[in-house]
């Protein structure tokens, strides 16, 4: 395995979570979060506030009357959402770049990265179950990985040593360096379990990983179905993340159809 923290550590220097996110998920991380907390958090961050506003007055969610206020806002929106549009904010810029080393196109990770997270938002209604609102985030950042191995590569300066390197990259790295980042953010634990082990939920150690895992284990698979394809390590919808979300195959298809309908308004809300 190559030296990950030292890769981590790199992609560390270069990316920062505004503290307003990294709050906000540390808050809906609780079993006992306030609603209160959540608008005065959004608040204190003016570009946050605008996109928040854009989106809960926008066609993809809907609503008879103009939203003025933050906390009507996110009661319209909702926290997964919200959550899910703070950090997107934050690193944007940085995921749309062209992972050449992966031979993947420009804007192709942030794509995927947004369906992702657009399918746990529609998960609820054609799941048993309902996904955290740090399961967004999560879904978000499962393959931020890729970024960081990307920059890593492209700053070697012999092709012949960049070929050995990528061929060396072991199976899962990407989502182990993923969580290390996520980890360097403060981000909650459970949310960089689920994105270390998205490929393999049930190894995520706390139970609280593990469901978040199933989700973005499910966002992955569901992205590429909608159009929004990541070439490198696709994930499985196996039948242990079936059975934990209660989702049949009817279902995955009615949540993938929803997802793709709704993908273009949502990359253009939040670019």
């Not at 309902?130 to 990985?145: K, M, Q, R, S, T």
């Not at 492209?154 to 990407?174: N, S």
Request: hydrophobic share 45%; net charge negative; with cysteine.
């Amino acid at each position: 395995m190559h030296d990950l923290e030292s890769i981590a550590a790199a992609a560390m220097e270069l990316e920062a979570l505004p503290e307003s996110s990294i709050r906000l998920t540390s808050i809906m991380s609780s079993d006992d979060w306030l609603i209160g907390d959540v608008v005065h958090t959004i608040q204190h961050d003016q570009a946050l506030t605008g996109r928040l506003l854009k989106l809960a007055n926008s066609a993809a969610v809907g609503g008879s009357r103009a939203v003025e206020s933050v906390g009507d806002a996110v009661m319209r929106v909702g926290t997964g959402p919200v959550l899910s549009l703070a950090v997107a904010s934050a690193v944007r810029d940085s995921m749309t770049e062209r992972l050449a080393s992966f031979d993947e196109a420009e804007g192709s990770l942030w794509r995927h990265s947004v369906a992702a997270a657009l399918i746990v938002q529609n998960a609820g209604k054609h799941c048993d179950v309902l996904p955290p609102p740090e399961c967004f985030v999560a879904a978000l950042l499962h393959d931020i990985g890729f970024l960081a191995l990307d920059r890593w590569l492209g700053a070697m300066q012999c092709p012949r040593e960049r070929r050995q390197a990528k061929g060396a990259i072991e199976t899962g790295e990407h989502g182990v360096l993923a969580g290390m980042i996520a980890a360097g953010w403060q981000l909650p634990t459970a949310v960089q379990e689920a994105i270390v082990h998205h490929h393999d939920p049930l190894e995520a150690p706390s139970e609280r990983g593990r469901y978040l895992a199933h989700f973005v284990c499910l966002a992955d698979c569901g992205a590429r179905v909608i159009g929004a394809e990541f070439s490198p390590e696709p994930s499985r919808l196996g039948r242990e993340t079936a059975e934990a979300l209660g989702l049949t195959r009817a279902r995955f298809d009615e949540l993938c159809a929803e997802s793709e309908a709704g993908l273009a308004e949502i990359l253009e809300l939040y670019s």
